[in-house]
């Protein structure tokens, strides 16, 4: 079994800054692309960014230049600086990994963190 445990939501004003945290433990050999996506009430799930277990990263056009996703491989941990936080941030962030367990691959969801950012 692999279990993704995000941490650090909370609540922020515009402008302010927050560090999600996402713990991968369990049954993992290897964890290949790993991604932060996020939900707001009434939207779809959305790509915020991901990263490859080489550093190669990816962002969506809403957040470039304001957030940073990062990966410790040795703790099996992603992380998401987000800096000047916008009340359309606001949404369920959700931590996502590619793992390898034994000999096969499998997609791997956490349980979601909140973040709201009020005006």
């Known amino acids: 079994q692999v279990q993704l445990v995000e941490s650090g939501g909370g609540a922020v004003q515009a402008g302010g800054s927050l560090r999600l945290s996402c713990a991968a433990s369990g049954n993992i050999f290897s964890i290949n692309i790993m991604g932060w996506y996020r939900q707001a009430p009434g939207k779809q799930r959305e790509l915020v960014a991901s990263?490859?277990?080489?550093?190669?990263?990816n962002y969506a056009g809403s957040v470039k230049g304001r957030f940073a996703i990062s990966r410790d491989n040795a703790k099996n941990t992603l992380y998401l600086q987000m800096n000047s936080l916008q009340p359309e941030d606001t949404a369920v962030y959700y931590c996502?990994?590619?793992?390898?367990?034994?000999?096969?691959?499998?997609?791997?969801w956490g349980q979601g963190t909140q973040v709201t950012v009020s005006s």
């Open positions: 990263i490859t277990s080489g550093g190669s990263t």
């Open positions: 996502n990994a590619a793992v390898l367990s034994g000999s096969y691959w499998s997609n791997h």
